[in-house]
């Protein structure tokens, strides 16, 4: 599909990581070498998170309302299903053919062609696999591309698995600068980071009863919270809160609108949390997932502590 497309797109999902970017900007990289149109882009939210904007092939990103409705293919990556791809999943009915290429468990293959490889530690990893196929030369571009997706996906080479290292090496290979790279995607933030962390951190909750007597931890970043903060400093919250030894799960609620909120959550061992979040219209990996709910922060808390038992 990948070889005889004559215009493609890329979709990556909304609120986007740089596991979908990272891919999506490596795919429009290889097609636009190769003299094919291509436009990369994610529905929202209008902007692309700051630290990502070193990412090669960034100029290949268009506004979503400027993606183009009639391509041979639309390529999909990093979304597990058409829903994370908010206005944009109407682009895959208009086009002739459409590619997912995914990692998550809970991917619904809605694609005319699915490659999903749930083992996958990022979906770089099975974007690399497919540009070895392809015969692609990976330069230090791509790698640049791939390795932000591996690294932030493996939590830094925390969750990993035989290969991945290897992965990792052969990436480096090409002389990026992988320190400086993680450092941008994960290490990086404001000072004001630091008293929103204070007052987050400070009201978490830690419900021993929950998750049939083996813990729930809490906590919730309200709209003024995060006044003037990025996506980066909202997303590293959850990170900390799961590292609480006395909760098999980790909950961080995020406000978006009054009575929005965007749920992460995190699994130690026992708990396939993405079962948990496919029961609350969401979905994700079996230690991380997520979901969208509405209503008051004690009813999202409140359906949260039911669905898990
Ligand atoms: P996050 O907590 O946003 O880092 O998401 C953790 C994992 O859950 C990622 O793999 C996401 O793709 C997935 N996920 C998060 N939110 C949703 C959602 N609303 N629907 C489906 N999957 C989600
Ligand atoms: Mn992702
Ligand atoms: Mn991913």
Redesign the pocket.
């Known amino acids: 599909m990948l070889d005889t497309a004559q215009s493609v797109t890329v979709l990556c999902?909304v609120?986007p990581?740089a596991d979908t970017i990272g891919s999506g900007l490596a795919l429009g990289l290889v097609l636009h070498r190769r003299g094919v149109p291509v436009q990369v882009s994610f529905a929202a939210p209008d902007s692309l998170p700051e630290s990502m904007n070193e990412l090669p092939g960034c100029e290949l990103l268009v506004p979503s309302d400027e993606v183009r409705s009639q391509v041979d293919l639309v390529v999909t990556v990093?979304a597990?299903?058409r829903?994370?791809l908010g206005s944009l999943a109407s682009r895959i009915d208009s086009a002739r053919a459409s590619l997912v290429i995914d990692h998550?468990r809970?991917n619904t293959r809605f694609g005319s062609l699915n490659v999903v490889d749930v083992d996958a530690e990022s979906t770089t990893a099975v974007i690399t696999r497919l540009l070895d196929l392809w015969n692609v030369d990976i330069d230090s571009e791509l790698a640049h591309c791939l390795f932000a997706g591996l690294v932030t996906d493996t939590g830094s080479f925390r969750w990993v698995r035989p290969g991945s290292h290897l992965l990792a090496e052969r990436l480096l290979a090409t002389g990026i600068d992988g320190g400086a790279i993680a450092r941008k995607l994960l290490d990086s933030h404001p000072f004001g980071w630091l008293p929103m962390l204070g007052s987050v951190l400070g009201s978490a909750t830690l419900v021993p009863d929950a998750v049939g007597g083996r813990g729930l931890v809490y906590a919730a970043i309200l709209r003024e919270n995060s006044e003037g903060l990025r996506s980066e400093e909202i997303?590293s919250v959850?990170d900390i809160v799961r590292t609480t030894t006395e909760a098999e799960v980790a909950a961080v609620l995020k406000q978006q609108a009054g009575d929005e909120w965007?749920v992460?959550?995190r699994s130690k061992a026992s708990v396939d949390v993405s079962a948990v979040?496919a029961t609350l219209?969401?979905?994700?990996?079996r230690n991380?997932?997520?979901?969208?709910a509405f209503g008051s922060k004690s009813d999202v808390i409140e359906t949260l502590t039911d669905a898990l038992g």
């Not at 219209?281 to 990996?285: P, R, S, T």
């Not at 991380?288 to 969208?292: K, L, N, R, V």
């Open positions: 999902h609120h990581d990093d597990g299903s829903e994370r998550h809970s997303e959850i965007t992460s959550l979040a219209g969401g979905g994700g990996h991380a997932a997520g979901f969208t």
